[in-house]
Protein backbone atom coordinates (compact mmCIF):
# COMPACT_ATOMS: atom_id res chain seq x y z
CA UNK A 1 0.00 0.00 0.00
CA UNK A 2 1.40 3.42 -1.41
CA UNK A 3 -1.18 5.77 -0.21
CA UNK A 4 0.55 9.22 -1.49
CA UNK A 5 2.06 7.19 -4.44
CA UNK A 6 -1.25 6.18 -5.79
CA UNK A 7 -2.67 9.91 -4.63
CA UNK A 8 -0.17 11.28 -7.88
CA UNK A 9 -1.14 8.45 -10.49
CA UNK A 10 -3.49 6.40 -11.46
CA UNK A 11 -3.10 3.39 -13.78
CA UNK A 12 -7.07 2.82 -14.58
CA UNK A 13 -7.95 3.04 -18.31
CA UNK A 14 -10.32 5.65 -19.60
CA UNK A 15 -13.68 5.69 -18.69
CA UNK A 16 -16.34 3.59 -21.29
CA UNK A 17 -19.63 3.84 -21.51
CA UNK A 18 -20.27 0.43 -19.37
CA UNK A 19 -18.84 2.36 -16.52
CA UNK A 20 -20.86 5.70 -17.19
CA UNK A 21 -23.92 3.18 -17.85
CA UNK A 22 -23.65 1.34 -14.55
CA UNK A 23 -22.67 4.62 -11.90
CA UNK A 24 -25.55 6.64 -13.60
CA UNK A 25 -27.77 3.87 -12.51
CA UNK A 26 -27.17 3.51 -8.93
CA UNK A 27 -27.40 7.54 -9.28
CA UNK A 28 -30.71 7.66 -10.90
CA UNK A 29 -31.67 4.59 -8.54
CA UNK A 30 -30.62 6.89 -5.27
CA UNK A 31 -32.47 9.66 -6.76
CA UNK A 32 -35.16 8.29 -7.44
CA UNK A 33 -35.60 6.50 -4.16
CA UNK A 34 -35.23 10.48 -2.35
CA UNK A 35 -37.86 11.43 -4.61
CA UNK A 36 -40.52 9.05 -3.92
CA UNK A 37 -39.46 8.88 -0.48
CA UNK A 38 -42.40 9.20 2.23
CA UNK A 39 -43.74 13.13 3.04
CA UNK A 40 -43.09 12.35 6.69
CA UNK A 41 -39.95 12.34 9.14
CA UNK A 42 -38.36 8.41 9.15
CA UNK A 43 -35.83 6.53 11.86
CA UNK A 44 -33.87 9.32 13.43
CA UNK A 45 -34.79 11.74 11.35
CA UNK A 46 -37.26 13.25 13.67
CA UNK A 47 -34.77 13.47 16.51
CA UNK A 48 -31.95 15.73 13.98
CA UNK A 49 -34.73 17.92 12.87
CA UNK A 50 -36.31 18.43 16.35
CA UNK A 51 -32.93 19.75 17.13
CA UNK A 52 -33.26 21.70 13.90
CA UNK A 53 -36.43 23.06 15.13
CA UNK A 54 -35.93 23.96 18.11
CA UNK A 55 -32.77 26.36 17.36
CA UNK A 56 -34.85 28.26 14.88
CA UNK A 57 -37.02 28.45 18.23
CA UNK A 58 -35.07 29.13 20.86
CA UNK A 59 -31.49 30.06 19.88
CA UNK A 60 -28.39 27.77 20.00
CA UNK A 61 -27.48 28.13 22.92
CA UNK A 62 -30.62 27.20 24.93
CA UNK A 63 -31.31 24.24 21.75
CA UNK A 64 -27.51 22.89 22.64
CA UNK A 65 -29.01 22.60 26.41
CA UNK A 66 -32.55 21.73 25.60
CA UNK A 67 -33.62 18.57 27.38
CA UNK A 68 -36.16 18.35 24.80
CA UNK A 69 -33.24 17.78 21.99
CA UNK A 70 -32.51 14.10 21.21
CA UNK A 71 -29.57 14.66 18.37
CA UNK A 72 -26.12 13.21 19.97
CA UNK A 73 -24.87 15.28 16.86
CA UNK A 74 -23.50 18.46 17.25
CA UNK A 75 -24.61 21.66 15.50
CA UNK A 76 -23.44 21.26 12.40
CA UNK A 77 -26.43 19.15 10.85
CA UNK A 78 -29.32 22.37 11.97
CA UNK A 79 -26.62 24.44 10.84
CA UNK A 80 -26.39 23.63 7.01
CA UNK A 81 -30.54 22.89 7.56
CA UNK A 82 -31.10 25.96 8.85
CA UNK A 83 -29.31 27.85 5.63
CA UNK A 84 -30.59 25.99 3.06
CA UNK A 85 -34.69 26.04 4.28
CA UNK A 86 -35.51 28.58 1.77
CA UNK A 87 -35.15 25.59 -0.36
CA UNK A 88 -36.52 22.87 1.41
CA UNK A 89 -38.86 24.21 4.01
CA UNK A 90 -37.62 22.06 6.72
CA UNK A 91 -39.79 19.06 5.06
CA UNK A 92 -39.54 15.71 3.45
CA UNK A 93 -38.11 14.88 0.84
CA UNK A 94 -36.87 17.86 0.22
CA UNK A 95 -34.21 17.44 3.57
CA UNK A 96 -33.33 14.61 2.15
CA UNK A 97 -31.97 15.94 -1.25
CA UNK A 98 -28.96 17.45 1.04
CA UNK A 99 -27.42 14.35 2.31
CA UNK A 100 -27.18 13.12 -1.87
CA UNK A 101 -25.23 16.64 -2.60
CA UNK A 102 -23.20 16.10 -0.04
CA UNK A 103 -22.23 12.41 -1.15
CA UNK A 104 -21.47 13.86 -4.36
CA UNK A 105 -18.93 16.38 -2.80
CA UNK A 106 -17.27 13.45 -1.01
CA UNK A 107 -16.87 12.10 -4.67
CA UNK A 108 -15.74 14.84 -6.11
CA UNK A 109 -13.30 15.58 -2.84
CA UNK A 110 -11.83 11.54 -3.57
CA UNK A 111 -11.16 12.32 -6.86
CA UNK A 112 -9.81 15.51 -7.29
CA UNK A 113 -6.74 14.45 -4.91
CA UNK A 114 -5.46 12.20 -7.21
CA UNK A 115 -2.92 14.34 -9.16
CA UNK A 116 -2.10 13.95 -12.85
CA UNK A 117 -5.11 11.96 -13.50
CA UNK A 118 -8.47 12.80 -15.43
CA UNK A 119 -11.57 14.19 -13.16
CA UNK A 120 -13.93 12.31 -14.85
CA UNK A 121 -12.18 8.94 -14.69
CA UNK A 122 -11.40 9.41 -10.79
CA UNK A 123 -15.10 10.08 -10.28
CA UNK A 124 -15.96 6.78 -11.89
CA UNK A 125 -13.37 5.36 -9.05
CA UNK A 126 -14.70 6.90 -6.25
CA UNK A 127 -18.29 6.29 -7.05
CA UNK A 128 -17.72 2.52 -5.98
CA UNK A 129 -18.04 3.67 -2.70
CA UNK A 130 -21.79 3.14 -3.45
CA UNK A 131 -21.53 -0.28 -3.57
CA UNK A 132 -21.17 0.17 0.63
CA UNK A 133 -25.07 -0.92 1.55
CA UNK A 134 -24.84 0.41 4.77
CA UNK A 135 -24.01 4.34 2.94
CA UNK A 136 -27.32 4.34 1.08
CA UNK A 137 -29.42 4.80 4.63
CA UNK A 138 -27.35 8.12 5.51
CA UNK A 139 -27.72 9.18 2.26
CA UNK A 140 -31.32 8.32 1.42
CA UNK A 141 -32.56 10.24 4.54
CA UNK A 142 -31.92 13.15 6.05
CA UNK A 143 -29.28 11.82 8.56
CA UNK A 144 -25.75 13.30 9.99
CA UNK A 145 -23.07 11.20 8.76
CA UNK A 146 -22.68 12.85 5.11
CA UNK A 147 -22.10 16.59 6.00
CA UNK A 148 -19.55 15.70 8.62
CA UNK A 149 -17.87 13.17 6.43
CA UNK A 150 -17.47 15.97 3.59
CA UNK A 151 -15.42 18.43 5.73
CA UNK A 152 -13.21 15.41 7.74
CA UNK A 153 -12.51 13.91 3.76
CA UNK A 154 -11.35 17.67 3.73
CA UNK A 155 -9.08 17.62 6.47
CA UNK A 156 -7.71 14.32 5.67
CA UNK A 157 -6.69 15.28 2.53
CA UNK A 158 -5.57 18.74 3.03
CA UNK A 159 -3.16 16.89 6.10
CA UNK A 160 -1.61 14.27 3.62
CA UNK A 161 -0.48 17.15 1.36
CA UNK A 162 0.73 18.86 5.10
CA UNK A 163 2.48 15.50 5.68
CA UNK A 164 3.82 14.51 1.87
CA UNK A 165 5.10 17.63 1.06
CA UNK A 166 8.91 18.63 0.78
CA UNK A 167 8.42 21.96 1.92
CA UNK A 168 8.95 21.99 6.22
CA UNK A 169 7.57 25.67 6.51
CA UNK A 170 6.37 27.66 3.90
CA UNK A 171 3.16 30.09 3.00
CA UNK A 172 1.17 27.11 1.40
CA UNK A 173 2.27 24.56 3.93
CA UNK A 174 0.88 26.82 6.88
CA UNK A 175 -2.54 27.92 4.92
CA UNK A 176 -2.84 23.89 4.29
CA UNK A 177 -2.18 23.06 8.12
CA UNK A 178 -4.83 26.12 9.18
CA UNK A 179 -7.39 25.24 6.60
CA UNK A 180 -6.87 21.20 7.29
CA UNK A 181 -7.43 22.07 11.22
CA UNK A 182 -10.75 24.30 10.41
CA UNK A 183 -12.38 21.50 8.81
CA UNK A 184 -11.12 19.04 11.19
CA UNK A 185 -13.22 21.24 14.30
CA UNK A 186 -16.05 21.13 11.65
CA UNK A 187 -16.07 17.71 11.15
CA UNK A 188 -16.10 17.04 14.83
CA UNK A 189 -19.02 20.14 14.87
CA UNK A 190 -21.00 17.34 13.07
CA UNK A 191 -20.30 13.90 14.49
CA UNK A 192 -18.04 13.58 17.92
CA UNK A 193 -16.23 10.70 16.76
CA UNK A 194 -13.84 12.56 14.08
CA UNK A 195 -12.39 13.70 17.75
CA UNK A 196 -9.87 10.61 17.48
CA UNK A 197 -8.09 12.18 14.96
CA UNK A 198 -6.56 14.90 16.93
CA UNK A 199 -4.28 13.01 18.76
CA UNK A 200 -2.84 11.08 15.89
CA UNK A 201 -2.32 14.49 14.41
CA UNK A 202 -0.41 15.40 17.04
CA UNK A 203 1.25 11.82 17.50
CA UNK A 204 2.58 12.12 13.56
CA UNK A 205 5.17 14.43 14.54
CA UNK A 206 6.88 11.35 15.93
CA UNK A 207 7.45 10.84 12.33
CA UNK A 208 7.85 14.58 10.59
CA UNK A 209 9.60 16.24 13.32
CA UNK A 210 10.28 18.97 11.20
CA UNK A 211 6.69 19.35 10.60
CA UNK A 212 5.46 19.85 13.98
CA UNK A 213 4.78 23.56 14.12
CA UNK A 214 2.15 23.00 11.10
CA UNK A 215 0.81 19.94 13.09
CA UNK A 216 0.10 21.94 16.13
CA UNK A 217 -1.41 24.75 14.30
CA UNK A 218 -4.10 22.28 12.80
CA UNK A 219 -4.59 20.53 16.12
CA UNK A 220 -4.87 24.18 18.04
CA UNK A 221 -7.38 25.33 15.25
CA UNK A 222 -9.30 22.09 15.36
CA UNK A 223 -9.57 22.44 18.97
CA UNK A 224 -10.28 25.81 19.59
CA UNK A 225 -13.33 25.40 16.61
CA UNK A 226 -15.05 22.95 18.35
CA UNK A 227 -14.09 22.37 22.12
CA UNK A 228 -16.38 25.20 23.33
CA UNK A 229 -19.79 22.60 22.39
CA UNK A 230 -18.04 20.12 24.53
CA UNK A 231 -17.41 23.20 27.40
CA UNK A 232 -21.14 24.39 26.91
CA UNK A 233 -22.15 20.38 26.96
CA UNK A 234 -20.06 19.60 30.27
CA UNK A 235 -19.46 16.01 28.32
CA UNK A 236 -18.88 14.78 24.72
CA UNK A 237 -22.59 14.25 24.40
CA UNK A 238 -26.05 16.31 24.95
CA UNK A 239 -26.93 16.45 28.41
CA UNK A 240 -30.04 14.25 27.64
CA UNK A 241 -28.47 11.47 25.68
CA UNK A 242 -25.83 10.83 28.30
CA UNK A 243 -28.52 9.24 30.09
CA UNK A 244 -28.81 6.27 27.51
CA UNK A 245 -24.97 5.19 28.22
CA UNK A 246 -25.00 2.08 30.30
CA UNK A 247 -20.89 1.69 30.91
CA UNK A 248 -17.93 3.61 29.80
CA UNK A 249 -17.26 0.75 27.09
CA UNK A 250 -18.72 -1.49 24.85
CA UNK A 251 -16.44 -4.54 23.41
CA UNK A 252 -19.13 -5.98 21.24
CA UNK A 253 -19.89 -2.52 19.26
CA UNK A 254 -15.79 -2.63 18.58
CA UNK A 255 -16.43 -6.17 16.71
CA UNK A 256 -19.28 -5.00 15.00
CA UNK A 257 -17.17 -1.88 13.80
CA UNK A 258 -14.89 -4.07 12.25
CA UNK A 259 -16.93 -6.22 11.12
CA UNK A 260 -18.45 -3.20 8.92
CA UNK A 261 -15.43 -2.21 7.71
CA UNK A 262 -14.17 -5.51 6.62
CA UNK A 263 -17.57 -5.60 4.57
CA UNK A 264 -17.04 -2.37 2.97
CA UNK A 265 -13.12 -3.46 2.30
CA UNK A 266 -14.65 -6.24 0.59
CA UNK A 267 -16.92 -4.46 -2.10
CA UNK A 268 -14.15 -1.54 -2.80
CA UNK A 269 -11.20 -3.34 -3.19
CA UNK A 270 -11.21 -7.43 -1.85
CA UNK A 271 -7.76 -7.92 -2.82
CA UNK A 272 -6.68 -6.08 -0.03
CA UNK A 273 -8.27 -8.79 2.08
CA UNK A 274 -6.20 -11.52 0.64
CA UNK A 275 -3.87 -13.38 3.15
CA UNK A 276 -1.14 -14.86 2.23
CA UNK A 277 -0.97 -18.05 3.88
CA UNK A 278 -3.50 -20.62 4.50
CA UNK A 279 -2.97 -20.88 7.79
CA UNK A 280 -3.19 -17.28 8.29
CA UNK A 281 -7.03 -17.90 6.83
CA UNK A 282 -7.50 -20.76 9.05
CA UNK A 283 -6.94 -18.77 12.25
CA UNK A 284 -8.86 -15.52 11.21
CA UNK A 285 -12.15 -18.23 10.47
CA UNK A 286 -12.00 -19.59 13.88
CA UNK A 287 -11.66 -16.14 15.84
CA UNK A 288 -13.59 -14.91 13.84
CA UNK A 289 -16.38 -17.42 14.88
CA UNK A 290 -15.33 -17.68 18.47
CA UNK A 291 -16.21 -13.51 18.58
CA UNK A 292 -18.88 -14.16 16.89
CA UNK A 293 -20.51 -16.53 19.42
CA UNK A 294 -19.41 -14.80 22.62
CA UNK A 295 -20.53 -11.48 21.27
CA UNK A 296 -23.17 -11.27 18.34
CA UNK A 297 -26.82 -10.95 19.58
CA UNK A 298 -28.45 -13.36 17.86
CA UNK A 299 -31.95 -11.58 17.82
CA UNK A 300 -30.61 -8.53 16.11
CA UNK A 301 -28.74 -9.30 13.06
CA UNK A 302 -27.63 -7.28 10.48
CA UNK A 303 -30.31 -5.64 8.29
CA UNK A 304 -33.19 -7.23 10.38
CA UNK A 305 -35.98 -5.68 9.25
CA UNK A 306 -34.73 -6.38 5.44
CA UNK A 307 -33.99 -10.13 6.40
CA UNK A 308 -37.47 -10.37 8.23
CA UNK A 309 -39.80 -9.34 5.55
CA UNK A 310 -37.68 -11.68 3.01
CA UNK A 311 -37.15 -14.62 5.05
CA UNK A 312 -39.82 -14.77 7.79
CA UNK A 313 -39.20 -15.02 11.76
CA UNK A 314 -38.33 -18.80 11.37
CA UNK A 315 -35.21 -18.30 8.79
CA UNK A 316 -34.36 -15.02 9.45
CA UNK A 317 -32.52 -15.23 12.92
CA UNK A 318 -30.47 -18.24 12.14
CA UNK A 319 -29.55 -16.90 8.45
CA UNK A 320 -28.91 -13.15 10.53
CA UNK A 321 -26.59 -15.13 12.51
CA UNK A 322 -24.85 -16.48 9.96
CA UNK A 323 -24.25 -13.30 8.34
CA UNK A 324 -22.79 -11.76 11.84
CA UNK A 325 -20.36 -14.89 11.73
CA UNK A 326 -18.65 -14.14 8.76
CA UNK A 327 -19.29 -10.20 9.21
CA UNK A 328 -17.36 -10.93 12.19
CA UNK A 329 -14.61 -13.36 10.43
CA UNK A 330 -14.23 -10.51 7.89
CA UNK A 331 -13.70 -8.02 10.93
CA UNK A 332 -11.27 -10.55 12.09
CA UNK A 333 -9.13 -10.46 8.59
CA UNK A 334 -9.37 -6.59 8.52
CA UNK A 335 -7.58 -6.23 11.18
CA UNK A 336 -5.02 -8.59 10.69
CA UNK A 337 -4.57 -6.84 7.50
CA UNK A 338 -4.22 -3.36 9.29
CA UNK A 339 -1.62 -4.66 11.36
CA UNK A 340 0.27 -5.87 8.44
CA UNK A 341 0.16 -3.02 6.60
CA UNK A 342 1.11 -0.43 9.71
CA UNK A 343 4.11 -2.31 9.69
CA UNK A 344 5.13 -2.49 6.52
CA UNK A 345 4.83 1.22 5.90
CA UNK A 346 6.09 2.00 9.20
CA UNK A 347 8.67 4.50 7.87
CA UNK A 348 6.43 6.23 5.52
CA UNK A 349 4.89 9.11 7.55
CA UNK A 350 1.49 9.76 5.37
CA UNK A 351 0.73 6.01 5.74
CA UNK A 352 1.14 5.80 9.36
CA UNK A 353 -1.19 8.42 9.69
CA UNK A 354 -3.64 7.44 7.67
CA UNK A 355 -3.92 3.97 8.85
CA UNK A 356 -4.18 5.46 12.72
CA UNK A 357 -6.34 7.76 11.75
CA UNK A 358 -8.88 4.88 10.06
CA UNK A 359 -8.19 2.61 12.74
CA UNK A 360 -8.85 5.35 15.15
CA UNK A 361 -12.49 6.06 13.89
CA UNK A 362 -13.42 2.30 13.32
CA UNK A 363 -12.68 2.25 17.31
CA UNK A 364 -14.79 4.88 18.15
CA UNK A 365 -18.01 2.95 18.71
CA UNK A 366 -16.33 1.24 21.92
CA UNK A 367 -17.20 3.93 22.96
CA UNK A 368 -20.90 4.37 21.91
CA UNK A 369 -22.59 2.22 24.58
CA UNK A 370 -25.90 3.23 24.32
CA UNK A 371 -26.22 1.45 20.77
CA UNK A 372 -24.48 0.45 17.50
CA UNK A 373 -25.45 1.61 14.15
CA UNK A 374 -23.79 0.51 11.04
CA UNK A 375 -24.29 4.06 10.16
CA UNK A 376 -20.58 5.03 12.92
CA UNK A 377 -18.60 3.63 9.94
CA UNK A 378 -20.65 5.88 7.18
CA UNK A 379 -18.04 8.48 8.87
CA UNK A 380 -15.17 6.35 7.46
CA UNK A 381 -16.05 5.57 4.55
CA UNK A 382 -13.57 8.12 2.45
CA UNK A 383 -10.64 6.89 4.59
CA UNK A 384 -11.22 3.48 3.75
CA UNK A 385 -11.27 4.27 0.14
CA UNK A 386 -7.99 6.16 0.49
CA UNK A 387 -6.16 3.34 2.64
CA UNK A 388 -7.43 0.17 0.73
CA UNK A 389 -7.01 1.75 -2.75
CA UNK A 390 -10.44 1.89 -4.13
CA UNK A 391 -11.03 -0.60 -7.53
CA UNK A 392 -7.58 -1.65 -8.96
CA UNK A 393 -9.55 -2.18 -12.32
CA UNK A 394 -13.07 -1.32 -13.29
CA UNK A 395 -14.36 -4.19 -14.87
CA UNK A 396 -17.06 -7.06 -15.00
CA UNK A 397 -15.90 -7.68 -11.52
CA UNK A 398 -16.13 -4.33 -10.15
CA UNK A 399 -19.55 -3.88 -12.40
CA UNK A 400 -21.21 -6.63 -10.08
CA UNK A 401 -19.79 -5.71 -6.98
CA UNK A 402 -21.53 -2.29 -7.35
CA UNK A 403 -24.51 -3.31 -8.48
CA UNK A 404 -25.23 -6.03 -5.93
CA UNK A 405 -23.75 -3.58 -3.34
CA UNK A 406 -26.39 -1.13 -4.91
CA UNK A 407 -29.48 -3.22 -4.59
CA UNK A 408 -28.96 -3.95 -1.53
CA UNK A 409 -28.23 -0.62 -0.01
CA UNK A 410 -31.57 0.58 -1.62
CA UNK A 411 -33.24 -2.62 -0.15
CA UNK A 412 -32.09 -1.75 3.40
CA UNK A 413 -32.99 1.79 2.59
CA UNK A 414 -36.56 0.96 1.90
CA UNK A 415 -36.84 -0.58 5.23
CA UNK A 416 -36.47 2.45 6.80
CA UNK A 417 -38.72 4.82 4.40
CA UNK A 418 -41.28 2.20 4.49
Known amino acids: MKIISDIKSSSLPATNWKQVAVVSFCWVLLAGMIAFSPAHLCYDESDHMGLTQIVTRIGWHAALLSPDNRSAAGPLYPAIHIVLSPLTGLKAPAIRWINFIFLALVLLLLASRVLGSSLRQECMRAASILSVPFLWPSTGMALTELPALVAFTAFFILLLRVIDSRDEISPKSLTLACAAGICLGVSILGRQSYLAAIPIVGMIALWVPEKWPLLLICTVLATLSSGWLFVLWGSLSPPCYRQLAHSEICLAN ?161 TYLH
Open 254 to 414: GVLALSYAGAATMFLNPGWMKLSSLRGGIACVGVGTAISTLTRDYSDPPAKTLLLRLLGGHLALPVGFLISAGLTILGVIWLWQWCNKIWERRSHPADVFSLLTLLGLVATPIKMTAQFSSRYIVGSLSIIFIVVGGPPTMGTWWAVRLLAGCLVGAAILG
